[in-house]
């Protein structure tokens, strides 16, 4: 039902900005359900997977990671909450998109298992929607999206498939700890852009 309010949303876009606000935060509600779920499945993922492993491996891989980083590190966003509450709307809204784009293809190799899970690169297709939507809502938003997209990110490619014995463990690792750093992080932004549109909310993270 969601996707459906989304798509006729999207489909009269033209007008969307004269919108009272009270459709803007039934709109940003809907996102920040979205990715709230994709959030909480991203953590329960990882934790899973970590409980696999025996304690020596989880050591490793852990020490591995903190000197790694993330495809989508690439993007740049606010380095800390104080940047995150002094970022307009727009800019919180931009970064959210590009993080949930750079996330369809290697969302791939999270399918398999539960129906959840293999639900994973569809909610993110509609969240990215969503998010789309919210931004042509805002005045010039398209422009700014338009003017972003000179960003490339270093390419996945199939990094994460295909992969042999030596390698899948330490790469699925990585996978779902940035998996799930990154829907934190779009989690944060999509809660404080909403949290804009009411003055007399404390927007503190």
Partial sequence: MDTVI?????????????QPIA????????????????????QRLFSDFESSLQMEEQRQL???????????DYIISPIDKHETQRSS??????????????????????????APRNQISSKLSE????????????QDGAEMLADSSTLQLAPYGNYYQSVG???????????????????HKVETYLTVAKCRLSPEANCTL
Wanted: aromatic share 8%; charged share 20%; hydrophobic share 45%.
């Fill in 23 to 42: 459709d803007s935060q039934r709109l940003f509600s809907i996102a920040v359900s979205r990715v709230q779920h994709l959030h909480l499945l991203a």
């Fill in 6 to 18: 989304l798509f006729l949303a999207l489909a009269s876009l033209g007008s969307v900005s004269s």
């Fill in 62 to 72: 852990n020490k591995i990671f903190l000197q790694d980083f993330c495809n989508s």
């Fill in 127 to 138: 969240l990215k929607m969503g998010i789309l939507l919210l931004i042509r809502a805002n």
């Fill in 165 to 183: 014995d030596d390698e899948s463990l330490r790469r699925m690792y990585e996978l779902l700890a940035c998996f799930k750093k990154d829907m």
């Fill in 89 to 114: 709307v727009l800019k919180l809204l931009s970064i959210s998109y590009r993080l949930v784009e750079s996330w369809e293809f290697p969302s791939r190799s999270l399918s398999g298992g539960s």
